[in-house]
Every structure is written in C-alpha cells, then in structure tokens.
C-alpha cells in the first residue's frame, strides 16, 4: 500500500510551489515521510536549502529534522509517487 511505503520512507512525495501555505505543508510531512519540496524560484530554493524562508513566516529551526530535498528542476518530481 502506498501509505505504508510512505510512512517507511521507501517512496516519496512531492509538495509543488513553497510559498507562505506550501512550504508549512512540505516540512510538516517531512517530518515523518521523504518530501521532495520543488518551486520554480531557484533564488527561493536557495535560501531553503539554507534553512531561510523567503516568506518570513518558519523560523529555521522548523526546518530541523526534516526528510525534505528542496529543487526547482521539473525532473527531480519524477522521483515521487505522490
């Protein structure tokens, strides 16, 4: 079942777009699945690589202990199954 393959982190998901309500989701799921976290802006990608939210809104300590690759290459979606 993909919930469980999910869950042992055996899959991923992807959230699209990390703006002020995408990005609170992605780190949310990251912390118990594998997320792949994609936004078109490379400059934003950047600064969440760095633990900075462009938005203001996530201190950086919210981005600890998080299973999330954050990219803005199209092709790296491929790699999740939700």
Sequence with gaps: MLFDKLLAKEEKLAVIGLGYVGLPIALAFAKKLSVIGFDINANRIDMMKNKLDPSN??????????DIEFTASP???KNAKF
Excluded: K, L
């Design 75 to 77: 092709e790296d979606i």
């Design 57 to 66: 809104e996530m201190p950086p300590e919210a981005f600890e202990g998080c």
